[in-house]
């Protein structure tokens, strides 16, 4: 189960609805059911001010489940969402250890 990092920005739309819908708990509720119908979970939860309206860090199966979830939202022209793939320390020294050949340009 890999962990990411998914942003959304709420379009006017989406914004009404937030407000029309119950708020942030309720949003919060349709999160986890939208995660949990792909066989993922919510660990966090934040509402933000700035470019983003809201920020999760989610559990999620595997990339294939991770991009569903972006076009759905997407989709719905709610809100625009932005997802990072989250790695832990362990994975980086993996990374790190590997060889990898490479030419940088003009080399």
Do not use: C, W
């Not at 962990?3 to 006017?12: C, D, F, G, N, P």
């Not at 991770?66 to 020294?93: H, Y």
């Amino acid at each position: 189960m890999g962990k990411y990092l998914i942003s959304a920005s709420y379009t006017v739309e989406g914004m009404k609805g937030l407000i029309k819908g119950g708020g942030g708990t309720a949003r919060k509720q349709a999160i986890e059911a939208l995660l949990k119908s792909v066989g993922g979970s919510l660990e966090s939860i934040y509402y933000a001010f700035g470019q983003e309206d809201v920020y999760l860090i989610a559990s999620v199966p595997d990339h294939v489940s991770a991009a569903a979830i972006a076009l759905t939202v997407n989709a719905s022209g709610a809100a625009s969402v932005k997802t990072t793939i989250l790695m832990t320390p362990e994975e980086v020294d993996q990374a790190a250890k590997k060889t990898v050949s490479y030419r940088a340009p003009g080399h």
